[in-house]
């Protein structure tokens, strides 16, 4: 206050002075509003993560509505299921975005989830085959490269390796998409250990 008050007269310190406290004042209240909000948006996120974990199991997506046992059934069966590699694929990896890119993965998982369950309740009766065809159509093949992202240096015949060049070069073609050749990859349909 005194370096004020040696260069300006002492009225025009003292408005100087409350228009200081007043912008520290207001500073105070924005900082505290956005750790507030930081807090607040923290605790948010680890919630959501908490209550996605035990919905995003295999074990839910099998148990938890009578529409996906079939599927659920079938999947065990398959090599992402079982394989000898004992790698085990998990159904949110093949139906929802990586989980790498999180809020679109958290946005893909609340809407199927919400579909699911508006369907669950109150749509039609749940066709097996019709719904199997609408997921076959709208899987990509970058879903499946995520995971197996060297297609072209796998070892198989060379009518393999063309499909795969074919696959890679132009993925949106409907004879170049991976499902075309590998239906059962996700779901074996062919053998049966169980009845639907």
Known sequence: ??????????????????????????????IATFAAGLLFAMLCFVALNWAMGPVST????????????????????SGHGANIHGVTVDCIDC???????????????????AKDLYKHHFGPDYDRETIRQKVMEHMQNKTCVHCHDNLTALPGTSAARLAHM??????QAEENKCVTCHENAGHEREKKLFSP
């Not at 139906?95 to 890119?101: N, S």
């Open 1 to 30: 206050m005194f370096f004020l008050s040696h260069f300006y007269p002492p009225c025009y310190t003292a408005a100087m002075s409350k228009r200081l406290v007043k912008w520290v004042g207001s500073a105070r209240r924005k």
């Open 95 to 113: 139906h929802l975005p990586p989980h790498e890119q999180y809020f679109r993965h958290v946005t893909a998982k609340a809407y199927a989830g």
């Open 58 to 77: 295999n074990e839910y997506c099998g148990s938890a509505c009578h529409e996906m046992n079939t599927s659920y059934q079938t999947w065990e069966l």
């Open 166 to 171: 074919a696959a890679v070069e132009a993925p």
